[in-house]
C-alpha cells in the first residue's frame, strides 16, 4: 500500500533554532495536512494545504509556522523559533479528492518527534 | 461545537475475545465522517475504519467493525477475536467542515491492552 513518508523521525534542536519538517505525500493525493501530539495527549489540527495554497489554519499555527510544496512531491512544515511548547510528534497526512464518494481514508505518516531543548 | 468524546482512559481484554471501545461525537453538521485509528507504541497513526453520516450500513473492515448509532451520536469500534497486535491506543476522529476545507477532530484516545 502507498504510504505517506516523514522524515527525520527524530529531531532535536536548541530553543530558538529553526527546523524544517519533511513529508512526501502519497502521488495522487491533492489535500495535505499537518498534525501534532503532544505526549500524552490528543491529535490536533495544524493546517490543511491544497491548491498550493493554506485550507484552513489552526490557533496553534501562529506567524512563526509556515508550510510549503516546494516540487510536485514534497510538503514542508517550517517552525521558524522553535518554542520548548513546539516539542511533539507531527504528523503529516494526505488524501485524494474523492468527490464526495464514502470513501475518505487519510493517510497519515509514520511522524517526526520534534524535541525542542 | 464539533467535538469526539472517549471516555475509556484504558481497558484490557483477553487475547480472542472481543471488545467494544466507545466514541460519542457531537456535530450540528448533517453531513460528517467518522475515523478510527490504531496508534502503536511506535508512535504511527494506522487507519482502521471509516463510517460516513449517510451511509445505511455499519462500517466493516476485516475484524474491525463500526457501531454507528446516529441518534444517540455513538461510533463504537468493536474488535472481534482480540490478539497481543491489537495492543495500542486508538483514536475516534470526525471529519469536520468549515468554510470550504475540511479537517479531523480527535478525542483524547484510550490504551487497549491484550492480556494473553
Known amino acids: 500500500e502507498p504510504e505517506v513518508t516523514q522524515t527525520p523521525s527524530h529531531q532535536v534542536t536548541q530553543m530558538g533554532q529553526e527546523v524544517i519538517l519533511r513529508c512526501v505525500p502519497i502521488?495522487?493525493?491533492?489535500?495535505f495536512y499537518w498534525y501534532r501530539q503532544i505526549l500524552g495527549q490528543k491529535v490536533e489540527f495544524l493546517v490543511s494545504f491544497y491548491n498550493n495554497e493554506i485550507s484552513e489554519k489552526s490557533e496553534i499555527f501562529d506567524d512563526q509556522f509556515s508550510v510549503e510544496r516546494p516540487d510536485g512531491s514534497n510538503f514542508t512544515l517550517k517552525i521558524r523559533s522553535t518554542k520548548l511548547e513546539d516539542s511533539a510528534m507531527y504528523f503529516c497526512?494526505?488524501?485524494?479528492?474523492?468527490?464526495?464518494?464514502?470513501?475518505?481514508?487519510?493517510?497519515f505518516g509514520s511522524g517526526t518527534q520534534l524535541s525542542v531543548l | 461545537a464539533q467535538k469526539i468524546t472517549q471516555t475509556q482512559p484504558g481497558m484490557f481484554v483477553q487475547e480472542k475475545e472481543a471488545v467494544t471501545l466507545d466514541c460519542t461525537y457531537d456535530t450540528s453538521d448533517p453531513s460528517y465522517g467518522l475515523f478510527w485509528y490504531k496508534q502503536p507504541s511506535s508512535g504511527e497513526m494506522i487507519f482502521l475504519i471509516y463510517q460516513g453520516s449517510y451511509d445505511q450500513q455499519n462500517a466493516t473492515e476485516g475484524r474491525y467493525s463500526l457501531n454507528f448509532q446516529k441518534a444517540r451520536k455513538s461510533a463504537n469500534l468493536v474488535i472481534s477475536a482480540s490478539q497481543l497486535g491489537d495492543s495500542a491506543m486508538y483514536f475516534c476522529?470526525?471529519?469536520?467542515?468549515?468554510?470550504?476545507?475540511?479537517?479531523?477532530?480527535f478525542g483524547k484516545g484510550m490504551k487497549l491492552t491484550v492480556n494473553p
Open positions: 502521488s495522487n493525493h491533492l489535500y
Open positions: 476522529a470526525m471529519r469536520v467542515l468549515q468554510g470550504g476545507s475540511e479537517k479531523l477532530v
Open positions: 497526512a494526505s488524501r485524494v479528492w474523492t468527490g464526495g464518494a464514502t470513501n475518505e481514508k487519510l493517510f
